[in-house]
């Protein structure tokens, strides 16, 4: 089944802790992207990767990290100088200047 | 200002009823895109377009870009139709999509 997967589809985070949210796909797209969605906010786009092991910040990167160390593969970890984590995020692939395909998304929750 | 703006913001219909919703942009764009969000947040791309109008089923979208106007219509609406229809904005240069906030739309029967 070609897709994207994100997981977990929730996720818990305590004060001054690092989590990590996965994004995995298989329909061999270059680029991958992460994106922040707030209430009454349009997505924003926290990371984006066009090519392996080459990342570029898009416009809220502070208190974010990815890697991309494989195609299939662009994990986000959520450190602890993000303050207000409590947000959900999507994860997108595309190839070109072709439409973007979003994974079904992690909902992140602060305790 | 934002780039992209949507109207309206909510929206209720009654099963049957022609939908319109409305997006303007204020940057140079290569493309624009609609895409439709149901409650468990998962995202679907609906159309993709540059000029004209495409159509897909009951759905029909149209693009004006010397007015920098685009607008998603659906005909024959029905209560699965509910969801969040969200306008991005490919700029030109940027790699990169700029989104509305979203139109929520709720069709009753």
């Known amino acids: 089944d070609g897709g994207i997967t994100q997981s977990p589809k929730y996720l818990f985070r305590k004060e001054g802790q690092n989590v990590t949210l996965s994004c995995e796909q298989n329909?061999?797209?270059?680029?991958m992207y992460w994106y922040r969605q707030d209430p009454g906010q349009g997505l924003r786009l926290i990371y984006y990767?066009?090519?392996?092991?080459?990342?570029q910040k898009g416009d809220i990167a502070e208190g974010y990290s990815v890697s991309r160390e494989k195609k299939e593969s662009f994990p986000l970890t959520v450190t602890s100088a993000q303050k207000n984590p409590t947000a959900f995020y999507l994860c997108?692939?595309?190839?070109?200047?072709?439409?973007?395909?979003f994974g079904p998304g992690t909902r992140l929750l602060v305790l | 200002k934002n780039e992209v703006e949507q109207s309206p913001q909510n929206l209720t219909a009654q099963e049957g009823e022609f939908i319109t919703i409305n997006c303007s942009y204020s940057v140079g764009i290569s493309a624009l895109h609609w895409l439709q969000q149901h409650p468990g947040g998962g995202i679907v791309s609906l159309f993709m377009?540059?000029?004209g109008k495409k159509k897909h089923g009951r759905l029909i979208a149209t693009i004006n870009i010397q007015e920098k106007h685009s607008s998603l219509h659906i005909t024959a609406s029905h209560p699965r139709d509910s969801a969040v229809y969200i306008c991005?904005?490919?700029?030109?240069?940027?790699?990169?999509?700029?989104f509305g906030t979203g139109t929520r739309l709720q069709v009753f029967p």
């Open positions: 990767s066009q090519i392996v092991n080459d990342f």
């Open positions: 377009l540059s000029s």
């Open positions: 997108a692939t595309g190839r070109g200047q072709e439409t973007q395909y």
């Open positions: 991005a904005v490919r700029e030109k240069g940027p790699d990169k999509l700029i």
């Open positions: 329909l061999n797209h270059d680029a």
